[in-house]
């Protein structure tokens, strides 16, 4: 679970470069405490692009990032690793964090990325869901509904489709 935790805040992290430096301070989005690693090394990183005057391209901040990463010391030194920024990483993620940062995504955004979260459609009330969360089930199977004006409506177009998209769901629905 903390290592989950871990790579959603390294993720969160492309997002939350690009905001801070549209955004001083950190977003209210984040409990204090929530990813403060992510946020305030990601933070410096940042500033000591803008200060060494570094191109904001991709590419030179992935650079950037390596050579930062080779100097972190503990809990930065784990967060590089999660990242790919350092040389006995087994995955790189850079370019979740470079990409955003090219664009001045504020820091605090990239770092507070999360996963959605699965809905178990075999078990889950699609009353109780929000119509926001309705249209992320059709949007995930590749449909819409057009012509949807009320919740029952997009209701009643998941429990159309649900046979076709999640035909074990559909089936455990009709034996409840």
């Known amino acids: 679970m903390g290592s989950l935790r871990r ?27 929530d990813c403060e690693v992510c946020v305030s090394f990601l933070g410096r990183f940042y500033q000591s692009l ?21 100097d972190a010391k503990g809990k930065e030194n784990r967060f590089c690793y999660y990242i790919g920024g350092t040389h006995d990483a087994a995955t790189k993620i850079l370019n979740e964090i470079s990409k955003p940062l090219s664009y001045h995504t504020p820091v605090d955004k990239i770092c507070e990325l999360k996963y959605d979260k699965q809905l178990d459609l075999s078990t889950v009330d699609l009353k109780k869901l929000k119509v926001k969360e309705l249209k992320k089930i059709l949007e995930v199977w590749g449909e819409s509904c057009k012509g949807c004006a009320e919740k029952s409506d997009f209701i009643r177009k998941i429990n159309e489709l649900m046979p076709k998209y999640a035909p074990n769901a559909a089936k455990a629905r009709r034996e409840l």
């Open 7 to 33: 790579l959603t805040c390294s993720i969160s992290l492309s997002v939350a470069l690009a905001a801070l430096a549209l955004v001083p301070s950190i977003s209210d989005a984040l409990k204090d405490g």
């Open 50 to 70: 803008q200060d060494n005057n570094v191109k904001f391209t991709s590419a030179d901040i992935e650079k950037a990032l390596v050579k930062t990463c080779k």
